[in-house]
């Protein structure tokens, strides 16, 4: 089928998406994956009590969001490269679905920011309790990882008293040898602090599916006035 400067337009612009939308997928369902049966992370999935924490529903969620975007890619693609009408508009209800999770999910998650932030400090602390209470070395190495990204020092911030302090990061100066940021107030201040630019994340990817979604309305349009076309001239021939 035949499509005019605008159609075409549209086409490559989607296939172009769907690329950048797979590769997307990929990651967030491989890392997804990756978090949930690493040996590293794989017991916090074990322990009863965390099995509703922020890093459990984290995890749950991008694998989910990566399966569903590829499935969504796989619509695209096929209704794209094939001009089918039927696949682009399944496409279509798709977008429309995720655009509007996106940037509902971005204005609650910045509305809710003081929440969000309490949540995810919450799990630290729920983590940090079952470290001291059984040692577990999973727990550790996570606990380690948390104190070195965020350079805090358990739910203390004093190394002379902290039971974990093992896992704390090297002081930087003799101050921080006395005491240093505790964790659960940096993780509060660290996502208050950039909720506003998970917002505009969540919107700017809202925008982009937006823009998706006019591009395959377009091709539409152009596919059933193409086909319209064909079959008014073949009535005629024959």
Not at 8 to 21: D, G, Q
Not at 94 to 119: C, F, T, W
Not at 220 to 233: F, G, R, S
């Amino acid at each position: 089928m035949a499509l005019d400067g605008c159609g075409l337009c549209c086409k490559y612009l989607l296939i172009a998406f769907n690329i950048v939308f797979a590769l997307l997928g990929f990651v967030f369902l491989g890392v997804g994956l990756w978090l949930r049966f690493s040996p590293n992370t794989r017991g916090i999935f074990q322990i009863e009590e965390l099995n509703s924490s922020a890093f459990v529903m984290a995890v749950t969620v991008l694998i989910a969001l990566g399966a569903v975007m590829l499935i969504v890619v796989s619509f695209g693609d096929y209704g794209t490269c094939n001009q089918k009408i039927c696949a682009l508009q399944v496409f279509s209800v798709l977008l429309s679905i995720l655009a509007l999770a996106e940037v509902v999910l971005g204005v609650l998650a910045y509305a809710n920011r003081d929440q969000v932030g309490y949540s995810i400090a919450e799990f630290y602390s729920s983590m940090y309790a079952l470290y001291l209470t059984n040692g577990d070395p999973v727990i550790g190495v996570t606990l380690t990882f948390i104190h070195n990204t965020l350079h805090c020092c358990g739910v203390t911030g004093i190394p002379v008293i902290e039971m974990a302090v093992k896992t704390c990061p090297k002081p930087d100066g003799f101050f921080e040898k006395i005491v240093m940021p505790n964790c659960p107030a940096i993780i509060a201040s660290v996502f208050d602090s950039k909720a506003a630019l998970v917002m505009g994340l969540f919107v700017g990817t809202g925008a982009l599916l937006i823009t998706a979604l006019i591009c395959t309305i377009i091709l539409i349009t152009q596919l059933k006035k193409v086909h319209q076309e064909y079959t008014a001239y073949y009535t005629n021939v024959y």
